[in-house]
């Protein structure tokens, strides 16, 4: 799995042009938010192990921290990535909008500009990708009121939604769709590729082609991937020693989970629970 930089020090804007042969190196997350916008076209997105998103022209994903994601293009699109933190939204103690940031601190959120409203949006998106090439002293605040100029008038004009229910699937899509969310609700137990193609009544060479075309990784490394999340949530919410940590979620060897997870988040386990506390002590501190 790809895991881009840690950290960004302002919010950063790019629009690129995909077609429908363009595929994804590779499933990946963020460290940050991403607002992922299609002007024209069209592609589905891959997200966990949620019901993927189908995203056409007007429609935009936010897409929360360390959540994996993974789409194929259904169209040549015209694509806007926007890559934000949360005190991008917040000026002084107080967010721009509490009900937004509510929503995407919790899943990831679905909104739709109506065609009216294009116009308006994109002379925002066209003036912050204006500003990111100028990069000066001033860029870092100017972007910061563009972006939540644009997610003002997504409030008020936007349409909403979590789940995209409309979405047709073949056979064998929908087979790996309810693999992966039998991976995310059994992540603990001992599972084979063999074993979940046989649940499903595929073939293991077919269901391992087909699980990577539709989710951007191996069966295994997406496993893996569910694991690894769970193990960061239990090392900073509980005081189970790592070993028991990895076992609980579903490692079977600690010295492989230390590595796999060193791989991932860039530091062991030990390190990653002691960086993280203090980072939530200092954030607590500053909040009295």
Known sequence: MRVSDMNIDRIYINSTVRNITTKMP???YHYYYE???VSHGGCRFFIDSATPYDLHSG???????KQAHFNNYLSQTT???????????INGNEPVS???LDRIRSRVLKVHIPRAYRGLFDQIFDQMLAEDKIDDERTAAIMKLQFQQ??????RLGTTAFADTSVQYSESEDAVLQAAKYLAENYNQQITLTSLAELYGLSPSYFSRKFHQVTGMGMKEYLSGIRLDHAARQ?????HSITDIALDCGFSDSNYFKDAFRKTYGMSPRAYRSSRMTDSMHAQTLDR
Do not use: K
């Open 235 to 239: 090392l900073l919410s509980t005081t």
């Open 79 to 89: 694509r806007i990535n926007i890559y934000f933190r949360e005190q991008d939204l």
């Open 26 to 28: 590779e499933n990946h």
């Open 59 to 65: 429609d935009y994903l936010v897409i929360p921290p």
């Open 150 to 155: 644009l997610i003002l008038y997504s409030e």
């Open 35 to 37: 607002l992922y916008y």
């Open 98 to 100: 509490s009900a937004f």
